[in-house]
């Protein structure tokens, strides 16, 4: 179908979510010219370690070289092909080393070595040979990184990380700041679910605020009561409790209350607060490390930001005040892994630790009590939008209602639709729809 | 139900792991909760390397309560996930008793287990080994604490689990 047709102000044709040939567009123009977030630096410490991601559709590794530089190359022998790392992480030595006929690379993916050289004398892959260059491994065509955050980008021209985040970088530095230390320090556990539907399906739900108390309803009773039963016992829950129970104790209406922030590119910030700043001995002795690194002021307006969630358009989804995040990884137009992570604050008590991690294990594990539903939903939505039941999908919830300001949407309620208009904005200007 | 005294304990603790895959199999959440000891947990690591579920990630690291906020939500009228139709087919196997302390009772033993589960018209497989550290009590042993190690624990999850395994 005409793409310009496909989206309009308030309204998606069903084919942008279903359409095989769209997704390789997609793929093409959208994650072959962005920012894709590969990792965090504390992943690759010692030269040689390295993890392998995939970089829209292409397997790559971020590595690190021994200068310290942190590298992003494609998983390719540029020999005759074969992915150079099978397994998925490790450290790789001094050097890469070819399974099939062991040519080797530096670990920034420089040809260091190929067997019995002069077979290539006098072709254009000789040392000094017109295609010389052709021995080394290809690179990504940047890689910059933002307070640890690694990004990779196969497109030479556009953005700047740094422009291309905009304001939205406060995922980063909301997570960042809550550390005594200023930085945070990954724990080299992925989890890894797949999800049967479009990538955009799981984009739009990250910041559906209409859904929660809809959609996880039966976890957050189930939550709620046995919390209720530890307090009649004398005893009470772990705040990872009322992460949940507050999906029951939060009706609809209240969720209309919080705000969405809609940047340009297509990301966006979903306000919130879930009661992460109890009074109970550990956050006190939290704060008391943060007053001690930060002062009284500064450290009252890092723990006052009021952030439930950022998205990254089209990639990222961070949840900064628990320390996670989810990156997509669209493996086909109904297929889309998600790769899930969290991170330590540094200089923080363990007890901190210990909360995010109840977060991590409660909503983000396979045996997740939370996505359990969602992926229900999403695998609902996708077989939906494959019928020919209707042809629209509907983004028209306080359509026309947007405040913006500088190229930024607010949108003064919580369930409005904004954000996915403002995901499908970014979607029409990338798919060159407009 | 299995008793302990009088029996020999490798036959019990077989029969123990049964009844167990049975709750598993037939749904019965409660049943399979009142296996454990009170202070009992029921761990399915992140990672086989991992020695201990307290304090790193893990699958499922659940106590008695968390327990109870799993079967609680498999039951609600709402939990929409729930209403496709699904089971699962435990088989348990290779049972060996490693550990045996005469004086308290308390017992190590290490088996296999195979499950097959049929969700939404298609079926997955999962495969690991369980250890349960079990705890003799008047009416039968009480699980202090399960691991569960899936062959497949760090492999790509096409969807999630919802009850345990
Ligand atoms: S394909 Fe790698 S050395 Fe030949
Ligand atoms: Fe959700």
Redesign the pocket.
Known sequence: MDLRQAVEADRVHRHVYTDPGIFEQEMDRIFHRVWTYVGHESQVRKPGDYWTVQVGRQPMIMIRHRDGTIHVLHNRCPHRGAMLFGNRSGNAGPTITCSYHAWQFDTDGACRMVPLSKGYDGTRLAPGGADCHLRDMKRAARVESYRGFVFANLAADGPSLREWLGDARIAFDDMCDRAPAGEVEIVPNCFRVIQNSNWKIFLE?QLDAL??AV??ESTGKAAFDVEEEMKKRGGHAPLSYHYMSAFYTTPIAKWDQFQTLNYPHGHCILTGYMGLRPRDPDTLAYEEAMKQAYGEKRMEEILGVNIHHVLLYPGLSVQSPLQQLRAVRPLGVDKTLTEIWHFRLKGAPEAMYRRALGYYNLVNSPATL?NAD?LWNFWKIHQGLASDGGEWVSFHRNAGQDLEEGGVVTSCIGTSEAPMRNQFRAWVDYMGAR | MATMSGDDPQRSVEQFLYRQAECLDTGDWQGFIDLFADDGIYWMPADPSQATGDGVPSIFYEDRDLMAVRMRRMMHPRAWSQKTEWGTNHVVSNVRIEKHDAASGLLVARSRFHMMEFRNDSTRHFAGSYIHHLQPSPDGYRIRLQRVDMVNAQGLYDYVLQAWV
């Open positions: 739900n859904h929660p959609t996880h939370i969602d």
